[in-house]
């Protein structure tokens, strides 16, 4: 297997959380350098990498394969485009742009340069998730029918472990959480049952004082399988619903499975009723450093080191960029909804 050589470009709680996800896998991977951000001489001096002084400087080294993008969402596609030019494959941070037709731009780029992009959407390496597309696959409820996405979240709380987010995200031109949080459930459901969002609604409202985008929508999706789904992600909570942070529920013929992405799965049929099939451990906790440790961890390297695998011809199940595309498409089309006051198709 070729080692890959990284390069990443921002310094918050995700470039340091893919900075130690790569170092924690040693033969395979090499951190090169780190570029953005105010503390990117103090991580990349951690990482033991370099710390370049400049974007540009950083897409133009040759000793970087790959580069993590982990800026803020409207950062990513000059970056993605400055990497792919300069021949490098991009794994990038959810959601992969802020508008559909960038995401086309990159997934052309990658196509003319033979290179990859793919998207981080970490729940495809925890334990749960990858279960519930076992159960789904192999008939377990039935064919499914129905699904319920949930993501509540406090606004205080966007940038955890001493994150700086809680600034950028309240910028217009992140457009809204529904971006930052309902592509997680997307691509839940997409990987979980095999289907495609099709049709969307949605109702989204901003409830946060001098907050001025989007940070609840409540919308339904349909599905090329038949499946319809309600979703409901907000950051203007009051809580985080016990510590709650993703629920997926889903309801098909034969059972039904109800999902906390960080916590029990359950599965029901009609022999058998309610049991525990899989578990989560904990993966957040109180303290920054608990946050780069491996109960939270894992994932993430699990996600570069099946990254890494499909750039060597092996078998990966890393988001696809056309993944992410899909994902943002169905997001933007909940806004587009709640603006116009009709369905929206997706194409």
């Keep these: 297997m070729n ?6 470009t921002g310094s918050g709680y995700m470039g340091r959380t893919h900075a130690e996800a790569i170092k924690h896998l040693g033969s395979s991977a090499e951190l ?17 990498c370099a710390c370049e002084p400049t974007l540009e400087g950083l897409m133009r080294r040759k000793d970087i394969d790959a580069v993590v993008i982990t800026t803020p969402h409207q950062c990513h596609v000059k970056e993605v485009m400055l990497a792919l030019e300069g021949g490098k494959h991009a794994l990038i941070e959810k959601p992969m742009a802020t508008k ?8 052309a780029t990658a196509a003319k ?14 334990i749960n998730l990858p279960k519930m597309r076992e159960l789904i696959t192999a008939g377990a409820i039935g064919k499914v029918q129905s699904m319920h996405f949930s993501m509540i979240r406090q606004l205080a709380n966007a940038g955890n472990f001493g994150g700086n987010k809680t600034g950028w995200v309240n910028q217009p031109e992140t457009i809204g959480f529904v971006i930052d949080g309902l592509p997680h459930g997307v691509d839940a459901m997409r990987w979980a ?8 609604a949605g ?46 529920m889903v309801c098909g013929s034969s059972g039904s499975i109800n999902m906390d992405g960080f916590g029990d799965m359950h599965l029901t049929d009609r022999e058998k009723g309610w049991r525990l099939v899989s578990n989560q451990p904990p993966v957040m906790a109180d303290d920054p450093e608990s946050a780069y440790k491996i109960g939270r961890m894992k994932a ?39 603006q116009s006051g009709r369905v929206v198709e997706l194409r």
């Design 3 to 8: 080692k890959i050589r990284f390069g990443i």
């Design 32 to 48: 090169v350098a780190i570029w953005g951000g105010t503390r990117a001489a103090g991580l990349a001096e951690r990482c033991g």
């Design 100 to 107: 559909v037709e960038d995401c086309d731009l990159m997934l």
């Design 113 to 126: 340069h033979g290179l990859v992009t793919a998207v981080a959407h970490n729940l495809r390496f925890r």
């Design 193 to 200: 049952t095999g289907a495609e969002v099709t049709r969307v």
């Design 203 to 248: 109702f989204s409202r901003t409830y946060s004082p001098e907050r001025p985008i989007e940070d609840t929508t409540v919308g339904i999706m349909e599905f090329s399988n038949g499946a319809i789904c309600s979703v409901h992600t907000t950051i203007a909570s009051h809580g985080d619903f016990n510590g709650e942070m993703a629920r997926l």
């Design 300 to 338: 993430f390297i699990d996600q570069i080191q099946s990254f890494i695998d499909g750039l060597n011809g092996k078998p990966s199940e890393v988001a696809k960029g056309s993944d992410g595309r899909a994902g943002l498409a169905a997001c933007l089309a909940m806004l587009t909804s709640s």
